[in-house]
C-alpha cells in the first residue's frame, strides 16, 4: 500500500471516529507515521484527502456491480430491465443480500455511512455527496429501471418512482438501523427477505 493510500484509509477511520471537522491534518499523519508537511506532498489540502476518499468509496460500489454482473448506469435501461426480469424471487434475494451485506459490512462504505450521518447538520456539502451517492442516484436508476420493466411488461404498470421508493426506502432504513451492528447481520437479512417478497408480489407480473 502506499503512503498515498495509507493517508487516505487512516483518514477515513479518523472522520468516522471524531468527525471531519474534529480531525486535523496533524492526527492524520500522525496515524500514517508521517510528518504534516510529508502529508501535503500528497494532498493539498484535509478537502482533497476526503476527495479522495469519495472517490474511493464510488471505486467500491463499481467494483460490487462488476463482481456481480450488475448492469452499469451507463449501459442502457433496456439491458438491466432484461438482466433483472430474468431473476425469479429467490434470485432477486439473494442478489439483494449481496448488495446489503456488501453495504453494511464493507469497512470503506460503512464508515463513510457514519462520517455522513454525523456531519449532516454540521457539513451540508459531505452529506450532499452521500445523498447523492446513495440516495438520489439510486432511486433514479431504480426509477428508470422500474419504468422500462413496466413497459417491457415484466412489471404492473405503475408510479416508476414510487416503484423505486418503496423498493429502496426500507433497504436504506435497515442500512442505517444496522449500520453499527453488523453482529446482527442474519436479524437484518430476515427482515430484507420479507421486503422483498413483498416487493415482488405488489409488481412483478404473474408469467
Given amino acids: 500500500m502506499t503512503t498515498k493510500e495509507r493517508i487516505t484509509e487512516e483518514a477515513l477511520t479518523l472522520f468516522a471516529e471524531k468527525g471531519y471537522k474534529g480531525t486535523s491534518v496533524k492526527n492524520i499523519a500522525d496515524a500514517v507515521g508521517i510528518k504534516d508537511a510529508s502529508l501535503y506532498n500528497h494532498f493539498k489540502s484535509k478537502q482533497e484527502i476526503f476527495d479522495s476518499i ?15 454482473g450488475m448492469p452499469q448506469y451507463d449501459n442502457g435501461y433496456t439491458s438491466a430491465s432484461v ?9 432477486l434475494k439473494n442478489l439483494s443480500r449481496e448488495v446489503f451485506v456488501f453495504y453494511l459490512t464493507d469497512p470503506y462504505i460503512s464508515k463513510f455511512w457514519r462520517i455522513a450521518h454525523m456531519e449532516q447538520y454540521t457539513n451540508p456539502k459531505i452529506y450532499t455527496i452521500f445523498r447523492k451517492i446513495f440516495m438520489e442516484n439510486a432511486i433514479s436508476y431504480q426509477e428508470r429501471l422500474f419504468e422500462e420493466m413496466m413497459e417491457q411488461g415484466v412489471f404492473y404498470r405503475g408510479d416508476a418512482k414510487a416503484a423505486a421508493l418503496n423498493f429502496y426506502s426500507p433497504i436504506y432504513l435497515l442500512l442505517s438501523m444496522y449500520n453499527n451492528q453488523p453482529e446482527h447481520k442474519e ?9 422483498i417478497e413483498e416487493f415482488f408480489r405488489i409488481y412483478r407480473k404473474k408469467d
Avoid: M
Fill in 54 to 68: 469519495v472517490e474511493l468509496i464510488l471505486e467500491h460500489i463499481s467494483g460490487l456491480s462488476e463482481t456481480l
Fill in 83 to 91: 438482466f433483472y426480469e430474468k431473476l425469479d424471487l429467490e434470485g
Fill in 187 to 195: 436479524e437484518a437479512l430476515e427482515i430484507l427477505d420479507k421486503q
